[in-house]
């Protein structure tokens, strides 16, 4: 039987949805110039969480991005802002948030290496609205390390580089975005952005046009959780599901826009900014700059580059064992992934994967995505 990997992979997505690993994706390839794989998996909602939701997926549908963020927006504009002489890496981090990191960096930041934490639960007791009360309580937290002695990924590090950015600029981020990278790529359309933040302005909720082209994430049902309610449930009462309003809960209670999480966008999107990235059609982006923030840390043990990741060497990341070391890449709690391939093993020239799902909904809890993630980028390579 003639082995056919663009079946092989579609079977793989499929199985994603009956396992309720996600209740559906947008998987997109593209190898040396062309598109060699772009498909919709699934419906935007599971059947137990949402029947209201439970329509098809479609290749334009627009997702959380979670923690693609940080790549595509926030070290994308400090590229930019590096570019520009704006700022060096060597810069240190303003005195206002300096407390909480030391000594640090905007290399540090970039590189999760500041000695800041992982996360802290700033939204436990806040409301959407006053994202300064976030930054003062983040500029409250004392490092957990030793300055550049170990990465840690943080959150923390990216929220300060998003409001440091709009310092930098005298813009507000999400109009930041669009103006140094939406509107040049031409990505920012119509009712829903195909990449941009989503600002929350009171509790209008999604319209028409939002409801069926974005999927939505997390149910904020107890009945979902019999151990008890989580503690991210009280900043979102009384709403019932996460749509078209960012998921992580610290953006949430910072309205939406964050360093670390609050980008939109759907696959197509994402694919024109990667390519941005890998053949510096960003205006303003050199290839010295881009290939500064492309090269691996000197942190012991990092797999971190400036803002990017880099495959695990020992295949046990989300990119497996198929990439080349020189590959970048990143990945979104709300099931979401990006990586790109200047010279993949096989060298056919540069590769792209990006896979889109919302596989917090209904809930957090579901199974595992990291074996599909795997998976699916040993099938991307093959195709």
Request: net charge negative; with cysteine.
């Given at each position: 039987?003639r082995?056919?990997?663009?079946?092989?992979?579609?079977?793989?997505?499929?199985?994603?949805?009956?396992?309720?690993?996600?209740?559906?994706c947008?998987?997109?390839v593209?190898?040396?110039?062309?598109?060699?794989?772009?498909?919709a998996?699934?419906?935007?909602?599971?059947?137990?969480?949402?029947?209201?939701?439970?329509?098809?997926?479609?290749?334009?549908?627009?997702?959380?991005?979670?923690?693609?963020t940080k790549?595509?927006?926030t070290?994308?504009?400090?590229?930019?802002?590096?570019?520009?002489?704006?700022?060096?890496?060597?810069?240190?981090?303003?005195?206002?948030?300096d407390r909480?990191?030391?000594?640090?960096?905007?290399?540090?930041?970039?590189?999760?290496?500041?000695?800041?934490?992982?996360h802290?639960?700033?939204?436990a007791?806040?409301?959407?609205?006053?994202?300064?009360?976030?930054?003062?309580?983040?500029?409250?937290?004392?490092?957990e390390?030793?300055?550049g002695?170990?990465?840690?990924?943080?959150?923390?590090g990216?929220m300060?580089?998003?409001?440091w950015?709009?310092?930098l600029?005298?813009?507000?981020?999400?109009?930041?975005?669009?103006?140094k990278i939406?509107?040049?790529?031409?990505?920012?359309?119509?009712?829903?952005?195909?990449?941009?933040?989503?600002?929350l302005?009171?509790?209008?909720?999604?319209?028409?046009?939002?409801?069926h082209?974005?999927?939505p994430?997390?149910?904020y049902?107890?009945?979902?959780?019999?151990?008890?309610?989580p503690?991210?449930?009280?900043?979102?009462?009384?709403?019932?599901?996460?749509?078209?309003?960012?998921?992580?809960?610290?953006?949430?209670?910072?309205?939406?826009?964050a360093?670390?999480?609050?980008?939109?966008?759907?696959?197509?999107?994402?694919?024109?900014?990667?390519?941005?990235?890998?053949?510096?059609?960003?205006p303003?982006?050199?290839?010295?700059?881009?290939?500064?923030?492309?090269?691996?840390?000197?942190?012991?043990?990092?797999?971190r580059q400036?803002?990017?990741?880099?495959?695990?060497p020992?295949?046990s990341?989300?990119?497996?064992?198929?990439?080349?070391?020189?590959?970048?890449?990143?990945t979104?709690?709300?099931?979401t992934?990006?990586w790109?391939?200047?010279?993949?093993?096989?060298?056919?020239?540069?590769?792209?994967?990006?896979?889109?799902?919302?596989?917090?909904?209904?809930?957090?809890?579901?199974?595992?995505?990291?074996?599909i993630?795997?998976?699916?980028?040993r099938?991307?390579?093959?195709?």
């Amino acid at each position: 039987m003639r082995e056919d990997p663009h079946r092989d992979l579609f079977d793989l997505l499929e199985h994603g949805v009956r396992a309720g690993v996600y209740p559906g994706c947008v998987a997109l390839v593209w190898r040396d110039g062309a598109e060699v794989y772009h498909e919709a998996h699934g419906d935007l909602g599971s059947r137990e969480g949402a029947p209201g939701y439970l329509r098809a997926v479609s290749r334009d549908t627009v997702y959380d991005l979670a923690s693609l963020t940080k790549v595509l927006a926030t070290t994308s504009l400090a590229a930019l802002a590096v570019a520009e002489g704006r700022v060096e890496l060597t810069t240190p981090v303003p005195a206002d948030w300096d407390r909480a990191c030391p000594g640090a960096t905007l290399a540090h930041l970039l590189s999760h290496s500041s000695g800041l934490p992982a996360h802290r639960e700033y939204f436990a007791d806040l409301r959407p609205g006053r994202p300064e009360r976030v930054l003062d309580r983040i500029a409250q937290t004392p490092p957990e390390y030793p300055l550049g002695s170990k990465a840690v990924y943080s959150d923390l590090g990216f929220m300060i580089l998003g409001a440091w950015l709009e310092r930098l600029y005298g813009q507000p981020l999400d109009r930041l975005f669009d103006n140094k990278i939406a509107w040049p790529l031409d990505l920012h359309r119509g009712d829903v952005p195909r990449l941009g933040f989503h600002r929350l302005l009171g509790a209008r909720g999604p319209s028409s046009a939002q409801q069926h082209r974005v999927a939505p994430t997390e149910v904020y049902d107890p009945a979902l959780h019999p151990d008890g309610v989580p503690s991210w449930f009280a900043c979102r009462a009384p709403v019932r599901c996460a749509h078209y309003e960012v998921h992580d809960d610290n953006a949430f209670v910072m309205s939406g826009v964050a360093g670390h999480a609050g980008l939109f966008g759907d696959a197509a999107a994402a694919l024109e900014l990667a390519r941005a990235w890998l053949e510096c059609n960003l205006p303003g982006l050199d290839p010295a700059t881009r290939d500064v923030f492309w090269t691996l840390s000197k942190v012991p043990g990092s797999t971190r580059q400036l803002g990017w990741d880099s495959p695990s060497p020992d295949g046990s990341g989300t990119a497996a064992d198929v990439l080349s070391a020189r590959a970048s890449g990143h990945t979104g709690f709300t099931g979401t992934s990006l990586w790109i391939d200047p010279t993949p093993p096989d060298g056919r020239g540069p590769l792209i994967a990006i896979l889109l799902s919302n596989r917090v909904h209904p809930t957090r809890n579901g199974p595992p995505i990291l074996p599909i993630r795997q998976q699916f980028h040993r099938a991307a390579v093959r195709l």
